[in-house]
């Protein structure tokens, strides 16, 4: 046994859907789009970029310094010496890391060229 025949579907629904009026007249807009460039500074924008990014940076380091001797402090009044080479190790590995970051992010702020 087989299934029956579909029966045609009708003309009006094989046509496509019209999209909106407003829709079209926006593709079709001789208007430039988006976000105007020109009227960007993207010279006080960068040197705004490097400002916050060297900041964040040099406050990483300090925190995860600071963050160190206080968690060192911790274990040791709870006289969990167990821990404190693993929690060195793990020190040890991010410290390079974190000073290179800084030192590229302030060498390139305080090299910058001058506005």
């Avoid at 859907?17 to 006080?44: F, N, Y």
């Avoid at 040197?47 to 160190?68: E, H, N, P």
């Amino acid at each position: 046994m087989s299934n029956p025949p579909l029966p045609p579907a009708p003309e009006a629904d094989l046509a496509p859907e019209q999209p909106p009026e407003r829709v079209v007249r926006h593709i079709h807009s001789s208007e430039p789009q988006g976000l105007p460039l020109a009227s960007l500074d993207l010279k006080v924008h960068e040197a705004k970029t490097a400002r916050t990014l060297t900041f964040v940076v040099v406050s990483m380091l300090g925190l995860s310094i600071l963050l160190q001797y206080v968690l060192m402090g911790i274990l040791t009044v709870y006289n969990k010496t167990e821990a404190i080479p693993t929690f060195e190790h793990l020190f040890n590995a991010v410290l390079p890391v974190l000073a290179g970051l800084t030192g590229s992010a302030v060498t390139y702020y305080l090299t910058k060229e001058k506005r």
